[in-house]
């Protein structure tokens, strides 16, 4: 059974750095590329970033190049998103998600609140 277990979320302020992990089980995780994406209330799910399945190769949505950084660990089926100078704008359910024979795939996310 396939599973993606986000954590990591919180509430900081303007300006701070906080990390999320995405960690995955049920598939083989090192062929897969995993995607976060976010949902801020009352706005669709949009792409934050992505890697593929190697970690050679990651995309970032304009709004936070520069500023997160995607990651991952195939020997411990773990994708990180290293966010940095976090603005209040970032606000959102933040979500990893894979693609497999077509099927998405979705963790039950993790809160993250910026405000000051």
């Known amino acids: 059974q396939v599973q993606l277990v986000e954590s990591g979320g919180g509430l900081v302020q303007p300006g701070a750095s906080l990390t999320l992990s995405c960690t995955a089980s049920?598939?083989?995780?090192?062929?897969?590329?995993i995607t976060w994406y976010r949902q801020a209330p009352g706005k669709e799910r949009e792409l934050v970033a992505a890697?593929?399945?190697?970690?050679?190769?990651?995309n970032y949505a304009d709004s936070v190049k520069g500023r997160f950084t995607i990651s991952r660990d195939n020997a411990k089926s773990t994708v990180y998103l290293q966010m940095t100078s976090l603005k209040v704008e970032d606000t959102a359910v933040y979500y990893c998600?894979?693609?497999?024979?077509?099927?998405?795939?979705w963790g039950q996310g993790t809160q993250v609140t910026v405000s000051s």
């Open positions: 049920g598939f083989t995780f090192s062929n897969y590329r």
């Open positions: 998600n894979t693609q497999i024979l077509y099927r998405n795939y």
């Open positions: 890697i593929t399945s190697g970690g050679r190769n990651t």
